[in-house]
């Protein structure tokens, strides 16, 4: 059974703190993804990973930062975490060579930050 | 084990078609529905479905969820070349929680 699980569900943190998000996968992906979701917004990419210790910007990149040093492993870094930064994210893999629908989503982690 | 199957996996149509696209749940603590397009990396949100039998409308994409039967249907009438994309539909549970599905690849040929 496939699974993208991500650290934690809920995070509640204060502004200024650096907070990790950790997504990890089981499927030997070489493509990983963090979204944001926020109400009448939609998806929104922040970064992704195509391959170890490579990473790209995404749309909202500003404020956020990545690590990528396992292919199973991708993590979204808050380097000082701000109260815009609240909402729901989201990590995602897909393989490199597979359909491009083929792609897992995390349940999700709920960031408050306060 | 709560998951969203999308069928069909992938689907080719003419321009001008209508089509129809899946979405079976099972969810515990259900409390929303969400259909995404998806046509480069970040998926556009369309619509959330929360109540059964109530459609909702943009444009020639319709959608409407029977939470009886546990499923969800996204229509797109009239399709055009643009509308190829992946959909996706997601469940969000009570707890905050987001299922996906894998998705539906459509193919729109002129």
């Known amino acids: 059974d496939v699974k993208v699980t991500q650290s934690s569900r809920y995070l509640v943190k204060r502004t200024g703190e650096k907070v990790f998000l950790e997504c990890v996968q089981d499927?030997?992906?070489?493509?990983m993804f963090w979204y944001r979701q926020d109400p009448g917004l939609g998806l929104r990419l922040i970064y992704f990973?195509?391959?170890?210790?490579?990473?790209e910007k995404g749309d909202i990149p500003e404020g956020y930062s990545v690590s990528r040093e396992k292919k199973e492993r991708f993590s979204l870094i808050l380097e000082s975490a701000s109260t815009n930064q609240t909402s729901m994210y989201l990590c995602?893999?897909?393989?490199?060579?597979?359909?491009?629908?083929?792609?897992?989503f995390g349940p999700g982690t709920r960031l408050t930050v306060l | 084990e709560d998951k969203v199957v999308q069928s069909p996996l992938s689907l080719v149509v003419h321009e001008g078609d209508t089509v129809t696209l899946n979405c079976s749940y099972e969810?515990?603590?259900?409390?929303?529905l969400l259909w995404y397009k998806q046509e480069k990396k970040a998926p556009t949100f369309l619509f959330m479905l929360?109540?059964?039998?109530i459609e909702k409308k943009s444009g020639r994409l319709s959608s409407i969820l029977d939470k009886k039967e546990l499923f969800s249907i996204l229509n797109i009438t009239a399709t055009q070349t643009g509308d190829s994309a992946i959909y996706l539909c997601?469940?969000?549970?009570?707890?905050?929680?987001?299922?996906f599905g894998t998705g539906t690849s459509l193919t729109v040929i002129p």
């Open positions: 990973s195509y391959d170890v210790k490579m990473k």
């Open positions: 499927m030997d992906h070489e493509n």
């Open positions: 969810v515990t603590n259900f409390r929303s």
């Open positions: 997601a469940v969000i549970s009570t707890g905050n929680q987001f299922y």
């Open positions: 995602a893999s897909r393989s490199g060579g597979g359909a491009p629908n083929e792609q897992f």
């Open positions: 929360t109540s059964s039998g």
